[in-house]
DNA sequence: CGTAATTATTAAGAAATTGTTAATTTATTA
DNA sequence: TAATAAATTAACAATTTCTTAATAATTACG
């Protein structure tokens, strides 16, 4: 974990406290403010690679400090606001937030977004691409290629073949792949699946009849192939 | 199927029963309670794998509840809210419950987090890997492997020998044979081992004749041999 | 040695699982 | 909103695996 530095900014103690929580549970380290004084002190002096910025604070307000911020430095920062009205979200984007999140907000969401901006950082782009053989899965991108042929997948099919290629050689059930690719509150049956995965090799496979990357475990479910290129 | 426990706590019947027949269709034993008092006292007497904990409670609200549970093991904990606003949520999370479901929701997606929350769990999978003599038996792969040659094992084979591997030495009656690799619900007759152990032979015996790894011990079963490489 | 009990082997039919196509529903885009 | 693409379902075919039943071989023990 390389420890970046976040920087949380909210007049409600408790909150900060959610959040850093969350986020030391990512390996993060994490500055804490409940003022726009304070948050634009340690902005300047803790050089955060994040800050999470509150609208409603006392004395100095949340869009000032982002404004004033903006004008010194390209840090990215998430909007916390408990309006929902548009126009506080808009008002936060439109100074150069990154993100904005509406209170109340789940804490993992938040530390999702976090991880979400900091990976796309120049510099820690983490596992935003995976290759296994000639395959190369990226993220960022939303794009899967195979022997420098990019695959025309849809979402569904991506999101499978993220799965599956984030564990090679694991055998994944149907019902693993429904949770994982098509969310929990999927409520078809089992062989949607086996229909997604007949278009997946019928984009990916040089002979859809004999797989070589996604292999079927009779009786269990699906893998990724390790393809050992020389083999 | 291991037959894990689940507690899961509601005020209103209908929701306890509703859970209690998906997560009774996974597999799990269910305990129910109907109050915090209730639900504490199962949670320490009963032993649970997981609870399903509602906020809303008479008497000993589920947060308290929660907050007592996590002071004394880590059992986890999904909790369940019909209130929308999400600091209900952050309050649950807050006190280290592994996921929350709003209210209304769907028993399946709920037996499905069950599942994943359970899946996960350290003693569930147990090691992906036994490896004994030349033998490997890697589990998450759903593959067994001999002197670096790969078995082409079906699922019952795999099984069957996945409960030998597990205690080298020991002998299975077919009876335990049945109940571990075919499951309780199996209706069929004894003799259907003699015939996955001779394919297991077939398989994985250099010469199926003189078995070497599987040993039949007459009257009683079989047991995997404990293979000293040297001898 | 011979008999009864147990296990090994074989092969065929039954059952379960997966592959495939096409129609239908749902979501997206222009 | 219409047109298009995608996801899902349903039905059937193809395949694999399981189980059974019948017979042969082996073991235990008087």
Redesign the pocket.
């Known amino acids: 974990m390389t420890g970046k530095k976040v920087l949380v900014v909210d007049d409600d103690a408790k909150t900060v406290e959610l959040v850093k929580l969350y986020l030391n549970r990512d390996g993060y380290r994490v500055l804490t403010a409940s003022d726009g004084i304070e948050a634009l002190r340690l902005a300047r002096e803790g050089h955060p690679d994040l800050i999470v910025l509150d609208i409603m604070l006392p004395g100095v307000d949340g869009l000032t400090v982002c404004r004033a911020l903006r004008a010194e430095s390209d840090v990215p920062i998430i909007m916390l606001t408990a309006r929902t009205t548009d126009q506080d979200k808009l008002d936060g984007l439109d100074l150069g937030a990154d993100d904005y999140v509406t209170k109340p907000f789940s804490p993992r969401e938040m530390a999702a977004r976090v991880r979400a901006i900091l990976r796309r950082l120049p510099g820690e782009r983490g596992p935003d691409e995976i290759r296994c053989g000639g395959l190369i899965v990226n993220f960022a991108r939303h794009e899967a290629v195979l022997q420098g042929r990019p695959l ?8 499978l073949l993220g799965v599956l290629v984030r564990e090679p050689g694991r055998v994944f059930s ?1 019902a693993e792949l429904i949770e994982k690719a ?1 969310g929990y509150d ?7 699946i ?6 997946l ?2 984009k990916l496979e040089p002979d ?2 004999n ?1 070589r990357y996604i292999k ?7 893998k990724l192939a390790e393809v050992n290129s020389g083999t």
Chains 1, 2 share one sequence.
């Open positions: 025309n997948l849809t979402i569904v099919e991506f999101k149907r098509l999927f409520e078809g049956f089992d062989r949607t086996d229909v997604h995965i007949l278009n090799r019928r859809p009849k797989p079927t475990v009779y009786g269990v479910g699906y």
